[in-house]
C-alpha cells in the first residue's frame, strides 16, 4: 500500500480509532468483568491474588523501525509484560496497552501493531482491558501493563532463594542480541549503500532465521511455568531474563542475600548463537551473559528436586547458589573463577 | 539550585534512581502484598472486585513544562488516574509509575516529580507498588495505571443511566480550561518580553489563584464518592469530566441509550472562571460545557433519589435523562434547546 492510500489517524479521531482498534476483542477469561470502554476495567479474581507488572517502550530506545516491523513490535511489545507474569509463576490474564504516536503514524500503521498484540494476547489468554491512545510529538511510546492472577502463597519473588539451591534455566541464552547484531550490521550495510542507484537491498539472513525470530518475536515461557507446576516443583526464585543472565543473577543473589557458582560450560547456547559470534568475531559466553531480550526465565529449586527438575525438557542446570560471602562467580572451562559482573543495559539511560 | 549543582541521572544509573525515587515508600493497603521491587506487584483483593486504569501524559501535548512545575505535574498525573477509579465509585488502593525522560531532566527533577506523586498517593491513600523508568530521545512521557477496589456488584459504569434518571456535576466547571488559558496568555508575555533586558517576568496572577490551582492541582473527587455511599445513594451512571462536559453527557447518553436535557443556568461556574471569561471576552457556559480537566464527577441518580441527592454538599442537579430519540440537549435560559455537541480534546489526536 502506497503511503498516499494509507488513512491519517485524524480523519477517525481518537474515539474513532480507538473502536477500531478494539473491535473483535472477545473477552477469554472468567476474571474479565468488563473490558474496554469505561473510566476503568473490573476483574473479579475471587481467592486469587493478583499480579501487575508495567513496561514502557520508547522509540529509538528500545526498538528502531528500521528493521522492525510494526506487527513484530506489538506482539513483543505485549510479550515482554506477559513473562513478568509468568516470572512470578503466575497466569496473565489482562492487558493495558497505552501509545502515543506522531503524526506520520497512520490508521493501517496501529492496525498492524494491534494485529501483533493481539495475537500476542491470545496465544497467552490474556484479554486487552484498557488502555490509551494520544499523540507525542516525535515518534512512537508504548507503555504496557499486564494483570494475572496467582494461587495465594504460590507466586514467586527473586528473594526466595536458598543457599544450596540449584540454579537453572530455561531455553538458551545471547540469541535474541546476536539477532539484534545480524540487524544492526545489515542496517548499517544498507545506509552505506542506499544512494547507489540500482543497488537492491538484499539483506543477507540466510541460515539466521532463529536469531531474528527471538529478536523480533520473542516467546515468554508459559510452558515452563505449566511444566515446573506438573513437576510439582515450586520455584525458591524465579524472574525472566531481559537483561542478560550476569544481571538478574545478580539480583536474585542481591535479593536473596546469596552468592553463587555458574559454569560457563552449563550455559545453554543455540549453534546459530555461536555461528553468528564466531561471524562477528564476540565471545559468545559473553553475548550469552550480557546480552539481553532472551526473556527465558531463570529460577532455582532446592536442592532435593534436583531428580525432578533434570527430567524437564528445555530446562538446564547451571549451578548453585552459594553462602553469600562466597560471592557471585562464574566457574570457567578451566576451573578458573571470575567475578559476575552486570553489563545489562543500564546505558540506555 | 543551579544546573552546575544537579545530578545527571547517568551518575545514579537506572537502578540507582530507582532505589532513590522508592525509597520511604511505606504500604498503606492490606491488599498490597508485594510492592516495588521483583517482576511484579502481588496484591490481594479477598472478595473484592479489582478496577484497573491507565493514562498516558506526553510532554508537549499533554502538559508545557515552561508554566507546569514539575511537583504539579506529578500530583495531576496521579490525580488524573485516581479520578478514574473514584469515577466507578471504587477506591484507588495502588499505582505504578513509568517515566521515560529525555537527558535533559536530573535526579533533582525526578525527586520533584516523584514528591508530588508521592503526595497525592498519600492524600488517597494509595501505593505506589512498581513502574519503569527509562530514557527516551525528547522529552518526558509519563504512563500512570491506578488499581482498585469495589464490592461485587457496586461499580458504577458508564452505560447504567435510566429514562428518567437526575443528572448531577460536582464541584465546579470550566475553571481548570480558565487556568490554562491564564497560563497561556502569561507565557506568550513572557515569550515577547524576554528579550528586552532589564524586564522582570511578573506574571499577573492576582485574583486567581483558584484558576491556577484547579489547572495544576486538580483533585479527585474521593469525598463525593463518600457522601454518595454515606448517603446511600448508588448512581446509575457515572464518569469523570476530563474533556469537558458535553463530551461527557454523549457518552453517558449514547453508553447508557438515553437523550438528556441539560439546563444551562444550573451549570456550576465559580465567580473566578466567569471574571476570567468576560476578560478574555469568551462565553463562560461554552468554557463550562467544553473546558477540560476539571475532573470533577458527573452521574445519575434515580428519580427517587431527588430529596437525598438535592442534600449533598457541592453536587448540582444540572438535568435529566430523556428517551433517546429526545436527542441530547442544552436548554438556555431564554427555553431555546439546542443541540449538545462535543468539541473535547480530540483534536489533540
Known amino acids: 500500500m502506497n503511503q498516499q492510500e494509507k488513512t491519517q489517524i485524524s480523519q477517525l479521531g481518537e474515539f474513532g480509532l480507538i473502536d477500531r482498534l478494539t473491535e ?124 494475572g492472577e496467582c494461587e495465594k502463597g504460590k507466586a514467586v519473588l527473586r528473594s526466595g532463594a536458598g543457599q544450596n539451591d540449584l540454579i537453572c534455566v530455561s531455553g538458551n541464552l545471547g540469541a535474541a542480541y546476536m539477532g539484534l547484531q545480524l540487524l544492526e550490521r545489515e542496517k548499517a550495510v544498507f545506509n552505506s549503500t542506499e544512494h547507489e542507484s540500482g543497488t537492491a537491498f538484499n539483506p543477507d539472513f540466510a541460515g539466521k532465521e532463529y536469531l531474528l525470530e527471538r529478536q523480533l518475536k520473542p516467546e515468554a515461557r508459559g510452558d515452563i511455568i505449566r511444566e515446573l507446576q506438573e513437576a510439582g516443583i515450586q520455584p525458591t526464585s524465579m524472574m525472566d531474563i531481559s537483561d542478560g543472565l550476569s544481571s538478574e543473577l545478580i539480583h536474585l543473589c542481591r535479593q536473596s542475600n546469596t552468592g553463587c557458582s555458574v559454569y560457563q560450560e552449563r550455559i545453554p547456547i543455540d549453534y546459530q548463537t555461536a555461528v553468528m559470534a564466531e561471524e562477528l568475531d564476540m565471545d559468545v559466553y559473553t553475548c550469552a551473559l550480557n546480552g539481553g531480550e532472551d526473556y527465558e526465565l531463570l529460577f532455582t529449586v532446592p536442592l532435593t528436586d534436583h531428580d525432578k527438575v533434570i527430567q524437564l525438557k528445555d530446562v538446564k542446570l547451571i549451578g548453585h547458589m552459594t553462602r553469600p560471602e562466597l560471592g557471585r562467580h562464574l566457574v570457567l572451562k578451566s576451573g578458573l573463577e571470575i567475578e559476575l559482573k552486570a553489563q545489562g543495559w543500564t546505558s540506555n539511560l
Open 24 to 147: 473483535g476483542i472477545s473477552l477469554q477469561n472468567a476474571s474479565t468483568v468488563k473490558g474496554v470502554g469505561d473510566d476503568a476495567a473490573i476483574l473479579d479474581y475471587q481467592d486469587k491474588q493478583v499480579l501487575v507488572t508495567t513496561d514502557m517502550l520508547m522509540e529509538g530506545v528500545h526498538f528502531d523501525l528500521t528493521y522492525m516491523p510494526l506487527k513484530h513490535l506489538g506482539y513483543k511489545s505485549a510479550m515482554v509484560n506477559i513473562s513478568d507474569i509468568y516470572a512470578m509463576n503466575g497466569t496473565p490474564r489482562q492487558m493495558t496497552v497505552s501509545v502515543a504516536l506522531s503524526k506520520r503514524f497512520t490508521v493501517e500503521d496501529m492496525d498492524e501493531f494491534y494485529a501483533g498484540l493481539k495475537l500476542a494476547c491470545q496465544r497467552h489468554g490474556v484479554d486487552i482491558v484498557g488502555g490509551d491512545t494520544t499523540s507525542s510529538l516525535t515518534g512512537l511510546a508504548i507503555s504496557i501493563t499486564c494483570i
